[in-house]
């Protein structure tokens, strides 16, 4: 058999980063989307043989046009996807503008629709295809200054679930990931003190690391998870339960 393409958006860094290592060491071809910093993707792509392809995922039309290239280059149509970009623009919702809501919202929930959309007809098709979209402890437990970003990760659980009813016929699976603070950039940006006190909040008392959450998307996209659909799987060290 021909090897599964892989598209991670957000892939060169982070949790994404670990996700294409992941799906590499499966067996797939692996292709990652970024945004930014092409030193670092082209560095990214030289040391781990995975494919990087700039666009904005928070545009419909660079989704459709990112995908078109990523399915021309490799001859073969997109079987798993991977939404893993975001972003967070924390504010209380009193000091909150309405750009830190709209970008959140284009980035973390449209990102899931402009992506999904640029796929799922090939995946129709071909009667097969995983979708797993990254979304947050922070959708489940709410969190001060995230009203933005914690909507936008519950709004991603509901999609998924509606989008996973829809393509169950077509052997398609549709599932989200909920990881809790994970030790990458996003993170490091907390005050140590704030980081501090949420991780006395997690049972196991640590922050995930980033190939914890890449082992969860490697298990829902194998093969043998295709009875899996509609669900998150939540990676928090016991702080959700
Ligand atoms: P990160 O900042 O390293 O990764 C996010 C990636 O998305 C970056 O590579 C960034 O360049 C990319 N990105 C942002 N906007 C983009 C756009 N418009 N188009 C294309 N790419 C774009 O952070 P991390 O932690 O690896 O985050 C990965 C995912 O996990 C995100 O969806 C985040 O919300 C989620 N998450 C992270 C948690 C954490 O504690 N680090 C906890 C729960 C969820």
């Not at 797939?28 to 930014?36: E, G, K, L, S, T």
């Not at 991977?82 to 929930?109: F, P, Y």
């Not at 030790?183 to 980033?210: C, F, H, Y």
Request: charged residues 20%; aromatic residues 6%; proline residues 2%.
């Amino acid at each position: 058999m021909t090897k599964r393409l892989a598209l991670v958006t957000g892939g060169t860094t982070g949790i994404g980063a670990s996700i294409c290592m992941a799906l590499k060491a499966g067996g797939y071809d692996v292709a990652a989307n970024f945004i930014a910093d092409e030193q670092q993707a082209d560095d990214f792509a030289k040391e781990t043989g995975v494919s990087v392809y700039q666009w904005d995922v928070s545009d419909f039309d660079q989704c459709a046009s990112g995908v078109k290239k990523v399915c021309a280059d490799f001859g073969t149509n997109i079987e798993v996807l991977v939404n893993n970009a975001g972003i967070t623009c924390d504010h209380m919702l009193h000091k909150m503008a309405r750009a830190d809501w709209d970008a959140v919202m284009s980035v973390d929930l449209g990102a899931c629709f402009n992506m999904s959309r640029a796929v799922i007809g090939e995946m129709r098709d071909k009667e097969f295809g995983r979708i797993i979209s990254i979304s947050s402890i922070n959708a489940q437990l709410g969190q001060i200054g995230q009203a933005n970003y914690s909507a936008a990760k519950a709004g991603v659980i509901g999609f998924t679930k509606s989008l996973a009813r829809e393509s169950a016929t077509k052997n398609i699976t549709v599932n989200a990931v909920a990881p809790g603070y994970t030790d990458t950039a996003m993170v490091q940006t907390m005050p140590e003190e704030v980081l501090k006190a949420m991780i006395s909040q997690v049972p196991m008392g640590r922050l995930a690391r980033p190939d914890e959450i890449a082992r969860a998307v490697a298990f829902l996209t194998a093969d043998e998870s295709g009875f899996i659909t509609g669900q998150t799987l939540s990676i928090n060290g016991g702080h959700y339960m």
